[in-house]
């Protein structure tokens, strides 16, 4: 069975980081690429971050690009998004999904997604 | 950017047919992925590649792409397929976009 568990949320102030986890179980995790996708309070779905299988390949939103950082370790099954200078407008659920495709760029579904961690920002 | 654009709601009394609608520039040339949410719930994958179906979702669930708007369609709408849905794209200059969301009221 495919399981994404996230962690790393919480409350944080404006300009602060936070470093989020993602530990995949249940398929071969260095075969896929992984995102990170977020849902603000009452809103829709954003894509935040992706990365291949390799980390080869990544890519950004416009809206996190140059404060978050995408990473995933191979050998530990796990995914990560590290996020600086956070905003109050970054405040969502943040979830880990998986791709059914190793490469980042492609036009491949997203078919297993986390229960998601909670990222408040606030002063 | 790559924008798809979806209606904030949609109402259907049960057993009829529920369309949501996708719009996007060109749509039919990208393949169209569509996702459930229910309340407190992570986002379910129910169709992919515009019309293919993951194991386990229901055949009343289908979906068409074609022009500038893709479908997604549910016939025989039950209680339990009340939630939010979304349409998806990938995008050479957007990367991974989603549409705003299409709440589904069940009558």
């Known amino acids: 069975e495919v399981q994404l568990v996230e962690s790393g949320g919480g409350l944080v102030q404006p300009g602060r980081s936070l470093r989020l986890s993602c530990a995949a179980s249940g398929f071969t995790f260095d075969d896929y690429a992984m995102h990170w996708v977020r849902q603000a309070p009452g809103k829709g779905l954003e894509w935040v971050s992706g990365?291949?299988?390799?980390?080869?390949?990544?890519g950004y939103a416009d809206s996190v690009k140059g404060r978050f950082t995408i990473s995933r370790d191979n050998a530990k099954n796990s995914l990560y998004l590290q996020m600086n200078s956070l905003r109050a407008e970054d405040t969502a659920l943040y979830y880990c999904?998986?791709?059914?495709?190793?490469?980042?760029?492609?036009?491949?579904?997203?078919?297993?997604w986390g229960q998601g961690t909670l990222v408040t920002v606030s002063s | 950017s790559y924008v798809l654009t979806q209606p904030p709601s949609v109402s259907v009394a049960p057993g009829q047919t529920a369309r949501i609608t996708c719009g996007g520039n060109n749509i039919g040339s990208k393949s169209v992925h569509w996702y459930q949410q229910k309340p407190g719930q992570a986002p379910v994958l129910v169709v992919y590649d515009d019309s293919d179906r993951p194991s386990g979702i229901p055949e009343r669930f289908s979906g068409s792409n074609s022009g500038n708007t893709a479908t997604l369609t549910i016939s025989r709408v039950e209680a339990g397929d009340e939630a939010d849905y979304y349409c998806?794209?990938?995008?050479?200059?957007?990367?991974?976009?989603f549409g705003g969301g299409t709440k589904l009221t069940v009558l």
């Open positions: 999904a998986k791709d059914t495709a190793g490469r980042r760029s492609s036009s491949s579904p997203l078919d297993y």
């Open positions: 990365i291949s299988w390799n980390s080869g390949s990544i």
């Open positions: 998806q794209v990938w995008d050479s200059s957007s990367d991974q976009v």
